[in-house]
């Protein structure tokens, strides 16, 4: 089953005013692809050649900088102001060859009305390339990265607020997909329907039981298509 209870219950309705917001990774393809593992590994690299570390030391201090700062990035540049360009260039630097074009996915978006817009802790260039990957790269107005939130990450509030006022989104009219269930609590206490991508991935859990979760479901593609039927 790939609906909670209360996601069968109160399915939202869409119309032309809607706006759908869509985390990038692990959310709009499946986490079964593991580029965070490619690019966890690029992190590390670049830790132990900027800070000329070994590799158990660099490996403490990328998930030291993750859990305080919510992005090892955000840790290199606060604590050894780094060039975020650079960096995000570098640990994009992937493989994506393990993401396959997903033409039912690009039809459900399809089927959908309203606006539909990319919100990512990632960067752009990764962002394009993925949606490239996976043919959908045409259905999204625009894309929110990290460089768009001043390289503060969700869940943080500020790029929620920055997205809002950039894209003139009213977050009573959105929806919001993501994979991590803790960077859906800031949507909702904005006014946005939330629906959590389960993708039973450890670190994305955090968060999962919170009643500010609207809907869940394990398959983004089936759950576009229940949307459409109520919209």
């Given amino acids: 089953m790939t609906l909670s209870a209360k996601s069968t219950a109160s399915l939202p309705r869409l119309n032309s005013e809607s706006v759908l917001i869509f985390d990038l990774d692990n959310t709009l393809y499946p ?43 955000r840790g290199l540049m606060t604590e050894y102001e780094i ?23 690009a ?23 993925v949606m490239d990957r996976l043919g959908i790269a045409d259905r999204f107005e625009t894309i ?24 003139r989104v009213d977050p009573t009219r959105a929806v919001y997909f993501e994979d991590m269930a803790k960077n859906l609590l800031p949507a909702k206490d904005m006014g946005m329907t939330t629906v959590w991508v389960n993708t039973d991935v450890e670190w994305a859990q955090n968060g999962s039981d919170d009643p500010r979760i609207d809907h869940q479901t394990t398959n983004i593609v089936d759950f576009l298509r229940n949307l459409a039927t109520v919209s």
């Fill in 31 to 73: 986490a079964a692809c593991d580029l965070f593992t490619q690019v966890s590994a690029l992190i590390g690299q670049y830790v132990r050649d900027t800070l000329k570390l070994e590799a158990d030391a660099a490996y403490r201090v990328q998930k030291d900088f993750f859990h305080r700062y919510g992005t090892t990035l």
């Fill in 83 to 105: 060039d975020p360009a650079d960096y995000l260039a570098k640990v994009h630097d992937i493989d994506l060859s393990v993401v396959s074009p997903a033409p039912d996915l």
């Fill in 107 to 129: 039809e459900a978006l399809d089927n959908l009305p309203g606006r539909k817009l990319i919100f990512t802790n990632a960067s752009r260039g990764h962002a394009e390339r």
């Fill in 144 to 167: 929110f990265d990290i460089v768009d939130a001043d390289y503060i990450p969700k869940p943080q509030q500020h790029p929620y607020d920055r997205l809002l006022a950039r894209d």
